[in-house]
């Protein structure tokens, strides 16, 4: 990523000046205490923010923020991905604590939040080897029955902890040794990536423990062209997309995991043009999309940031839609001078400065989706139709290091 240089540079942050000047400050209200509602609203997402150490989150149609939860102790780890149940209106959320604030003895837990008030209504101590990377891209999983969580660990040995939801208790780890990460695959049963290329599937039995795990074949080449960890699922289906651009689907609905043969994203006339950030896939199951952040690049540019999302209908493997994404930087000072989203002046910052893009989407699964960019240099939200990629809306003061988008 670029910043602007020289006077492009100086009009920016001339431009901030003045915006904070402009706006001034304004008197913080506090005291309030609310419950969110019984059901999430349509367009509800939750964001992480590695900085802030939190889970917040927002109505992307009301463009504010709704609640926060706070994770772990200040200043360590950087994977923050809560978990979901909609059956009981709970949030599982791994958390790891030291007694000395970033030393001392170490603690690990899953922390039950409840999905309304916020507040933690259990802790299930877990060993204490849980996994911490960035961005934390599947570090947790639930069963699809929604009893049983799947930690991902590495010490540097991988190995899963199983948590019994119901049971408010911690129930095995399981040795996974050459396989990370974890993936939701069935009512018992999850999956994981292995070094060379195979799918390693664990599958529990009604108390949790291990009832079987076995290998797949190997469904992508590490050597030549490995798939991204950051994948998506639709109803019974993952989406992995691999370097060069080719999706991988897995797919989970039968006794066996089942992988259909890889399709490309891009043809000649897209050359130069890479899928990147560190979330880059988004699906709308109902209509059957697939959302790709794209940017161009070169090789090994699969962490950079993208400029325009590609929409593919799954359904003939075809894209179906093309859209370039807002420049962060200018809403950033745009929204810092109150300068009006379509006004003059954001068209012509929009002229002579770079866009540095966005690193991760989502998107609403309503009958009415809107797409949600995040981009983290500078931290910025906007709010896109998903289903024309218009620029509806931007949500200001979103955090300090945004990272990963969940749905709840």
């Not at 408010?168 to 990536?193: D, I, K, N, Q």
């Amino acid at each position: 990523m670029r910043w602007p240089g020289g006077w492009q540079r100086a009009l920016a942050v001339l431009l901030a000046i003045v915006g904070m000047q402009r706006v001034g400050a304004q008197p913080e209200d506090l005291g309030r205490v609310g419950r969110l509602p019984q059901r999430p609203p349509p367009h509800g997402f939750w964001l992480s923010d590695v900085l802030l150490h939190r889970v917040a989150f927002f109505d992307a149609k009301r463009q504010t923020m709704l609640g926060t939860i706070t994770s772990g102790s200040a200043n360590v780890g950087f994977v923050i991905h809560p978990v979901f149940s909609r059956e009981r209106g709970e949030i599982y959320l791994p958390e790891t604590y030291y007694s000395r604030g970033v030393r001392g003895e170490r603690s690990d837990v899953v922390t039950v939040y409840d999905a309304a008030t916020l507040e933690p209504l259990a802790e299930i101590p877990i060993p204490p080897h849980r996994g911490e990377y960035f961005a934390g891209a599947a570090a947790n999983a639930l069963s699809d029955d929604g009893r049983f969580l799947a930690v991902f660990n590495v010490t540097p040995a991988t190995s899963l902890s199983i948590v019994d939801t119901i049971a408010r208790r911690f129930v095995t780890e399981v040795e996974t040794p050459g396989c990370s990460l974890v993936y939701g695959a069935g009512v018992r049963r999850f999956f994981m990536l292995c070094a060379n290329g195979e799918a390693l599937v664990v599958t529990l039995d009604a108390t949790g423990m291990p009832e079987t795990i076995t290998r797949t074949t190997a469904f992508f080449d590490p050597d030549t062209d490995p798939v991204m960890e950051k994948a998506v699922r639709a109803d019974d289906r993952w989406y992995f997309v691999s370097f060069e651009g080719r999706i991988h689907e897995v797919d989970v609905s039968g006794a066996e995991l089942q992988f259909t043969r890889p399709w490309a994203l891009l043809d000649a006339a897209d050359a130069g043009w890479r899928v990147g950030g560190q979330q880059p896939l988004a699906v709308h199951a109902r209509s059957r999309g697939l959302y790709v952040l794209m940017h161009q690049g070169g090789i090994d540019t699969h962490k950079a940031a993208g400029t325009q999302i590609w929409v593919y209908d799954l359904a003939n493997r075809r894209r179906a839609l093309r859209f370039p994404l807002d420049n962060p930087l200018v809403a950033f000072l745009g929204q810092q001078a109150g300068l009006a989203r379509d006004g003059w002046t954001r068209a012509l910052l929009r002229l002579v400065l770079p866009n540095p893009g966005v690193s991760a989407i989502l998107v609403t699964q309503d009958d009415e989706p809107v797409l949600i960019a995040a981009a983290q240099e500078p931290p910025n939200l906007s709010v896109h139709d998903a289903r024309t990629g218009a620029l509806v809306g931007e949500i200001r003061d979103a955090g300090l290091a945004l990272g990963l988008l969940f749905a709840p």
